[in-house]
């Protein structure tokens, strides 16, 4: 004998609840103390492209001047110190002129140089 056959029926689906019985959200957070302003943050890179321009141009005027003392100036010592001087100087230039000149930074993403 053949039993009958049953079908479930799904339950319905939920009742989304209404607004006002929906538990209460949590208060946004207070801004970080430590959250620089936008200015701040393009003064630091500034000063950091500063720095490494310095680094960067001080240590290739040394090199220039010390492969000229070896190779021309018979060893003397003021060949490095020259370049060192130029390099010192272009950097202290570009930097001045970068923080007279003020905008939002050097270099673009792929690194070329902006000219404004």
């Not at 319905?12 to 103390?33: C, F, I, K, Q």
């Not at 720095?51 to 010592?77: E, M, P």
């Amino acid at each position: 004998m053949s039993e009958p056959t049953t079908t479930t029926t799904p339950p319905p689906p939920p009742v989304p609840a209404s607004p006002s019985s929906a538990p209460p959200l949590a208060p946004l957070a207070p801004p970080s103390r430590w959250s620089r302003p936008a200015s701040e943050a393009l003064l630091n890179e500034k000063w950091d492209h500063c720095l490494s321009s310095l680094l960067i141009r001080s240590g290739l005027g040394l090199s220039f001047g010390v492969i000229f003392s070896v190779l021309i100036f018979r060893r003397r010592a003021w060949p490095a110190w020259v370049g060192l001087g130029f390099g010192a100087g272009r950097a202290w230039e570009e930097c001045d002129s970068g923080f007279r000149r003020g905008g939002a930074g050097y270099y673009t993403v792929d690194g070329l140089r902006v000219g404004k």
